[in-house]
Structure formats: C-alpha cells, structure tokens
C-alpha cells in the first residue's frame, strides 16, 4: 500500500500543480459554471413563485436554493473528467509508453484526477459551500447542517468520484475504436447534467422513470450526495444508498478491467 502510495500519488501532485499554474482558464470555466446555476436558481425560484403548492418533488422553494447551488459544488469537485485524457493519448501515440511503464495505466488516470478534485475542493468548492451555508442559515433560515451529516456527505462525495472516474475511463476506452470523440465528449456532458439530477432533481420524474434510475450509477455522481447533504437520506434509506455506491465502484471497476483487456490486446503500435 505505501508503495503504491508512492508510485501514485505524483501523479495527483503534478496534476495539482498543473491546475494551480494555468488557474485563470480554471476560473474561467468556474465563472462560467457559477453563471449557470444562477440561471438555474431564478428559474426554479419562477417555477415556486408560479405554483401554489409549498413543496414540490420533495423539495421546498428554501431547499431547492440549497440543492441548485450544492449541485454545482459537488458536480465541481466530483465529475473529473478523464476520458479526454484517454483519448489524447490514442490520439498522440503516447499510450504505448504508458503501457510499458511499471505502472497501471488507470490507476495513473485516477491518481491525476484526484489532484485535480482537490484543487476543485480547495478552490473554490469549500469559499462557496461556506457562503452557501451561511446564507442558508442567515436568510433563509434553515437549520445549520449537523457535523455527521456532512461527513456522510464527504464519504458519498468520495464514492461519487470513483464512480464518474471509473465509468469515464469505461467511457473513455471508445477512443481505441474511434479515435477522435470530442463530439461524444460533448453528447455525454449534456446527458450526465440530466441524468444526474443536475438540471432537475430526479424526484421531480414520473416514479417509473425513478427506479429506472435506480439501477443505474447515473444518480449516485450527483444527485445522491446532495440529497444526503439536505437530510432526505437517513437511517436504513442513507446506509442502502451509500451501499448502492459502493457497489457501483466495485461493478465499474471490474468492467473497466475488462474492457481494458479487451482493447490492449487488438491495440497495435507502428514505430518505435
């Protein structure tokens, strides 16, 4: 374990440095981001202002100012994505050294993405997410979230990471039959932001469409952790979920094995 340790983890220091020595383009897209959310805020705040019902999907108009803005704070830090990276590789050859290096290829992927979600956290994920909390308890007058609830929230976080990481490295393994997937890149970010209750909360679907989601990881990168952060999971409900993603790492991991097997045995390296 300290070996690997060792092995991994300056792949997730340089990734950090990285993010740190080009962070104008990084608040760019943060701005950018932020931008949205806002759009998405006074929209959802229309939508409450129309209704006459206090609550809809489960959600208060109070909690759903807290969900808007959890999702684009939790989204920020969990959805690294790698598969571009993958697909640069294919692209520049640069794969074929990966590959016979005393390294394991995904396992590097992995590591960089981490450096990345910390720097996501440390700036500017924990400045908004502590404004965020006191507006909620200033204004709108919510209760301050409990210490245990934000803990389960980090722990789900974590599993909500490994979770977008491993299915985009399955995702990413296109590259080695395509080659180029920047236009698949952009189809997956926009049907992730719906499936993953980005856009809309998935309480907000008819139920069949609810436990259709269910049975897919698409919930548990986003949706998930927020919910537990707003105390709609508890008990028997919270420990099930954080199971679910669990077993989702588990479920991905093993299929991103396998597809790598796949793919690295019809791979073929000209030159050299």
Same mark, same amino acid.
């Given at each position: %374990?300290?070996?690997?340790?060792?092995?991994?983890?300056?792949?997730?220091?340089?990734?950090? @440095?990285? !993010?740190? $020595?080009? @962070?104008?383009?990084?608040?760019?897209?943060?701005?950018?981001?932020?931008?949205?959310?806002?759009?998405?805020?006074?929209?959802?705040?229309?939508?409450?202002?129309?209704?006459?019902?206090?609550?809809?999907? /489960?959600? #208060? !108009?109070?909690?759903?100012?807290?969900?808007?803005?959890? *999702?684009?704070? #939790?989204?920020?830090?969990?959805?690294?994505?790698?598969?571009?990276?993958?697909?640069?590789?294919? *692209?520049?050859?640069?794969? $074929? %050294?990966?590959?016979?290096?005393?390294?394991?290829?995904?396992?590097?992927?992995?590591?960089?993405?981490?450096?990345?979600?910390?720097?996501?956290?440390?700036?500017? /994920?924990?400045?908004?997410?502590?404004?965020?909390?006191?507006?909620?308890?200033?204004?709108?007058?919510?209760?301050?979230?409990?210490? !245990?609830?934000?803990?389960?929230?980090?722990?789900?976080?974590?599993?909500?990471?490994?979770?977008?990481?491993?299915?985009? &490295?399955?995702?990413?393994?296109?590259?080695?039959?395509?080659?180029?997937?920047?236009?698949?890149?952009?189809?997956?970010?926009?049907?992730?932001?719906?499936?993953?209750?980005?856009?809309?909360?998935?309480?907000?679907?008819?139920?069949?469409? !609810?436990?259709? &989601?269910?049975?897919?990881?698409?919930?548990?990168?986003?949706?998930?952790?927020?919910?537990?952060?707003? /105390?709609?999971?508890?008990?028997?409900?919270?420990?099930?979920?954080?199971?679910?993603?669990?077993?989702?790492?588990?479920?991905?991991?093993?299929? /991103?094995?396998?597809?790598?097997?796949?793919?690295? @045995?019809?791979? *073929?390296?000209?030159?050299?």
């Amino acid at each position: %374990m300290g070996k690997s340790m060792r092995i991994y983890m300056p792949f997730a220091s340089n990734e950090l @440095k990285r !993010q740190m $020595a080009y @962070k104008g383009a990084f608040y760019l897209f943060i701005l950018v981001s932020l931008f949205g959310s806002f759009i998405s805020y006074y929209l959802w705040m229309a939508i409450y202002g129309s209704s006459n019902q206090q609550t809809l999907g /489960g959600l #208060t !108009q109070k909690e759903m100012v807290v969900y808007v803005f959890m *999702v684009y704070v #939790t989204s920020s830090i969990v959805t690294v994505s790698i598969s571009d990276w993958v697909s640069d590789d294919v *692209v520049k050859g640069t794969v $074929a %050294m990966n590959l016979i290096k005393p390294i394991d290829y995904r396992l590097s992927l992995v590591s960089r993405a981490l450096g990345n979600m910390i720097y996501r956290f440390l700036a500017p /994920g924990v400045f908004i997410w502590i404004g965020l909390e006191i507006y909620k308890v200033k204004v709108l007058g919510l209760e301050v979230v409990t210490v !245990q609830r934000v803990l389960m929230y980090i722990i789900s976080c974590v599993m909500s990471f490994l979770i977008y990481v491993l299915f985009d &490295f399955c995702f990413g393994m296109t590259a080695f039959f395509t080659t180029y997937i920047f236009g698949m890149l952009m189809a997956k970010e926009a049907l992730l932001s719906f499936l993953t209750g980005q856009l809309i909360p998935i309480s907000f679907f008819p139920e069949i469409f !609810q436990r259709i &989601f269910d049975f897919l990881p698409f919930s548990s990168m986003v949706y998930t952790p927020v919910m537990i952060y707003l /105390g709609k999971y508890t008990g028997i409900t919270l420990c099930f979920m954080l199971f679910r993603q669990i077993a989702w790492v588990i479920i991905l991991y093993i299929l /991103g094995s396998i597809i790598w097997k796949k793919v690295t @045995k019809r791979l *073929v390296v000209l030159g050299g």
